[in-house]
């Protein structure tokens, strides 16, 4: 039998009335990009692997439907790049409060936030300190994110940057969910050294790796991408009341 349809805009207004009444009455907001992703991985990256986390994270707590992503991002450390696009961080949090206070007036009381673009995690934590919205739960930790996947990476006896951006981590989860998307024929490493995240987003990705890759995705694998998948969705469900 189908799970349940976790998403909103797949499901008729009717739908969605049914659901919050029947309870489900929390939703996931998860704000992504539209932005290069090395020569091997598409531009839509960040939006393909936040819907497949979001889903995955719908399903694992129950009751709990998911808004559509949102993109562009905070992308302006990538726009040396051919088709990326970028926003400005106040109307990323235009657009969150949008999402939060239109989906309340439909009944929904609890909402999820995280990103899965680097460049948005300053501003959602802005956003979470200067825009408090009842009942939130806004996940802004950079280094936690990156750490839970880091982590499964450094099991299979890679080590091969401190950030994640179109590496073995984002390389694996995209064979794992869009194989058509992924040409691992075109992978090379990008930038394998130590790296603040301030310092990429002062200097720009281009400045700091040619290709935009930052690690090295040459070996990805498509179990591995499920992996990822499940510690992420597991971590993300641990930061939930």
């Not at 049914?18 to 091997?40: F, K, L, N, T």
């Not at 959602?124 to 009842?134: D, G, Q």
């Not at 890759?213 to 510690?231: I, Q, T």
Request: aromatic content about 6%; proline content about 6%.
């Amino acid at each position: 039998m189908a799970e349940p349809e976790v998403w909103i805009e797949r499901l008729t207004w009717p739908d969605v009335e049914a659901r919050i009444a029947a309870g489900a009455r929390r939703v996931i907001i998860c704000a992504a990009s539209s932005e290069q992703h090395g020569p091997q991985l598409p531009e839509a990256t960040d939006a393909l692997l936040g819907a497949a986390t979001a889903e995955r994270l719908a399903r694992r707590l129950g009751d709990t439907l998911v808004a559509p992503v949102i993109r562009p991002g905070c992308s302006e450390h990538h726009m040396a790049f051919a088709g990326s696009l970028t926003i400005s961080a106040a109307l990323l949090m235009d657009i969150l409060d949008a999402y939060v206070d239109g989906l309340r007036r439909h009944g929904f009381d609890s909402f999820v936030v995280f990103s899965s673009h680097g460049g948005n995690f300053g501003v959602l934590e802005e956003w979470k300190r200067t825009r408090p919205k009842p009942g939130a739960v806004v996940i802004s930790d950079l280094r936690a994110f990156s750490d839970v996947l880091l982590d499964v990476a450094r099991r299979h006896g890679r080590n091969d940057g401190e950030l994640v951006h179109a590496e073995y981590c984002e390389t694996s989860m995209m064979l794992a969910v869009h194989p058509d998307l992924v040409h691992p024929e075109r992978s090379r490493p990008g930038y394998t050294g130590q790296l603040e995240p301030e310092r990429l987003f002062r200097e720009g990705m281009r400045g700091i790796s040619a290709n935009g890759v930052l690690g090295n995705p040459v070996g990805a694998d498509a179990a591995v991408g499920e992996e990822l998948f499940e510690a992420l969705t597991g971590w993300l469900a641990e930061q939930i009341p």
